[in-house]
T-cell receptor
Framework: DAKTTQPTSMDCAEGRAANLPCNHSTISGNEYVYWYRQIHSQGPQYIIHGLKNNETNEMASLIITEDRKSSTLILPHATLRDTAVYYCIVRVKAAGNKLTFGGGTRVLVKP | EPEVTQTPSHQVTQMGQEVILRCVPISNHLYFYWYRQILGQKVEFLVSFYNNEISEKSEIFDDQFSVERPDGSNFTLKIRSTKLEDSAMYFC?????????????FGPGTRLTVT
């Protein structure tokens, strides 16, 4: 699986959009970008995934650059409960494929 | 919404003892996984399991570890002779077989403390 690079930490104001960047310059054509988050030692939680088109669901939006070498997760209106470690993971979309977690970005949403 | 459950939430054991961590995956899921997270470190993959067989295992998953699906609902991780360095949060996860995103759903974890 391709390696990803994320900032170690970032702060965000409550109610504002949080934009979380991820670099994956060695991504292969058949690899998807997945985002998970982990709230205070709870189990990781799936957020969203995409291949090359922008994706949106009830939790977030995912913007992938045209060359697919980087992406941004957008939390449109951050709340205090969005404080967590966010992981960007690149993997081939296949049944049973493991997730390889890096260090992630520690996001602190402040009032 | 269906969720993965794990028991116990916290297990304390003495070095050298056997422990069994239990998980109930989401009912229609067919792939099962164990991950662990040592305090302050990354989440690490241990093993994946499908059709009553191990699909993949990491180098962490040595002969001291085993997994089993003893019945139609439970999925267990056994550590035969625990070491101090086995102290960690252990997360179970499951995923569907049919194509969508193959996203994995995680349980709340079992905190294992080896003394």
């Amino acid at each position: 699986d391709a390696k990803t690079t994320q900032p170690t930490s970032m702060d965000c104001a409550e109610g504002r959009a949080a934009n979380l960047p991820c670099n994956h310059s060695t991504i292969s054509g058949n690899e998807y970008v997945y985002w998970y988050r982990q709230i205070h030692s709870q189990g990781p939680q799936y957020i969203i995934h995409g291949l090359k088109n922008n994706e949106t669901n009830e939790m977030a939006s995912l913007i992938i650059t045209e060359d697919r070498k980087s992406s941004t997760l957008i939390l449109p209106h951050a709340t205090l409960r969005d404080t967590a470690v966010y992981y960007c993971i690149v993997r081939v979309k296949a049944a049973g494929n493991k997730l390889t977690f890096g260090g992630g970005t520690r996001v602190l949403v402040k009032p | 919404e269906p969720e993965v459950t794990q028991t116990p939430s916290h297990q304390v054991t003495q070095m050298g003892q056997e422990v069994i961590l239990r998980c109930v995956p989401i009912s229609n899921h067919l792939y099962f996984y164990w991950y662990r997270q040592i305090l302050g470190q990354k989440v690490e993959f241990l093993v994946s399991f499908y059709n009553n067989e191990i699909s993949e295992k990491s180098e962490i998953f040595d002969d001291q570890f085993s997994v089993e699906r003893p019945d139609g609902s439970n999925f267990t991780l056994k550590i035969r002779s625990t070491k101090l360095e086995d102290s960690a949060m252990y997360f179970c996860a499951s995923s569907e077989l049919r194509e969508r995103g193959y996203e994995q759903y995680f349980g709340p974890g079992t905190r294992l403390t080896v003394t």
